[in-house]
């Protein structure tokens, strides 16, 4: 059950208006790493949890969390929409004519389809994308990527906060960075203290055969460039992560197999192929005789 309280986690007021910065907060509502996918995110890791207690508790009040984040960022974006100039304006016509063209660097469906309100887009515009969510069942698996999600989201939020001036855009991104950066060390935290537990473990998942691998190739950094700098660290040589083994440097890639002869799919696919088209006709029409019989 979602109950909706009708208050914000923290205070989602600008200064004053500007659409064009409207457009870019929209990258972290609406993008790849934004709130609108961690709130997913961690809501379908909750949902399909198999595992009940702390960890699924934490991906609830997390997930929730991150729904009130969404709605901070889409009331600060109809705030900064709310008084700004609908059209092209005279001044950013003479100072950048290119600007001018996007109608000052707006996203005009801002107007057009929302009414001066946010919009579940990226800042180019591009729809969100359930694709862009991590939810295997695994939770070691999935804390690393929640792990990664919070710090892609913190870089591009520290970015935006350093293009505005505005005092109040700044106090509310300010205090989205404090969450990220509590969220990054939650997500590291759960990730240790789950393989501490023996729920799972690294190589993930861990209770995979491992003697099913191929173990000789298992701690191999085979070098695929012709870089000369990789065997310096610590994945070339000495003991691996997961303890069960040593890393090894090979600078060059070993001598590969032969491919295999190219396929040659149903003619009624029509499909170009190394038999004259002739032939391929002929193959077809015998298929459908055969399938009619």
Do not use: C
């Given at each position: 059950?979602?109950f909706?309280?009708q208050?914000?986690q923290f ?24 709130e ?14 198999h595992l ?7 991906l609830?009040?997390i997930?929730?969390?991150e ?14 929409l ?22 000052g660097?707006?996203?005009v469906?801002?107007?057009?389809v929302?009414?001066?309100?946010a919009r ?11 694709g ?12 690393q990527?929640?792990?990664?999600a ?8 520290a970015?935006?906060?350093h ?29 240790r ?10 190589p ?6 491992i ?16 870089g ?15 303890g069960l ?25 029509y ?11 002929a193959a ?6 055969f399938?009619?019989?």
């Amino acid at each position: 059950m979602f109950f909706h309280r009708q208050e914000l986690q923290f205070k989602a007021t600008p200064d004053k208006p500007d659409a064009v910065y409207a457009r870019k907060l929209q990258e972290v509502l609406g993008g790849q790493y934004g709130e609108i996918t961690v709130a997913m995110q961690y809501g379908f890791q909750s949902w399909n949890t198999h595992l009940p207690g702390k960890y699924r508790d934490l991906l609830y009040g997390i997930g929730a969390e991150e729904f009130g984040h969404v709605e901070m960022l889409a009331t600060m974006i109809a705030q900064l929409l709310e008084k700004a100039p609908i059209g092209i304006t005279e001044e950013a016509v003479q100072n950048d004519p290119t600007i001018a063209a996007v109608v000052g660097g707006t996203d005009v469906q801002h107007a057009i389809v929302a009414g001066a309100g946010a919009r579940p887009v990226d800042s180019n515009g591009n729809p969100w994308s359930a694709g862009y969510i991590t939810a295997s069942g695994n939770l070691l698996a999935d804390f690393q990527a929640n792990a990664n999600a919070e710090m892609q989201g913190r870089v591009q939020v520290a970015r935006l906060y350093h293009m505005t001036d505005d005092s109040g855009v700044r106090d509310m991104l300010a205090f989205l960075l404090a969450r990220d950066t509590m969220h990054q060390n939650q997500w590291i935290a759960a990730a240790r203290e789950l393989q501490e537990e023996g729920f799972e473990g690294i190589p993930t998942p861990s209770n995979f055969p491992i003697g099913q691998e191929h173990r000789e190739v298992s701690y191999q950094y085979i070098n695929f460039s012709n870089g000369t700098d990789a065997d310096k660290g610590s994945w070339a040589s000495g003991p691996t992560p997961d303890g069960l083994g040593e890393f090894t440097y090979v600078a060059e890639p070993p001598a590969g197999v032969p491919m295999p002869p190219p396929t040659q799919p149903d003619p009624r696919l029509y499909g170009t192929t190394a038999k004259p088209n002739p032939v391929e006709k002929a193959a077809g029409k015998l298929k459908d005789t055969f399938k009619s019989e």
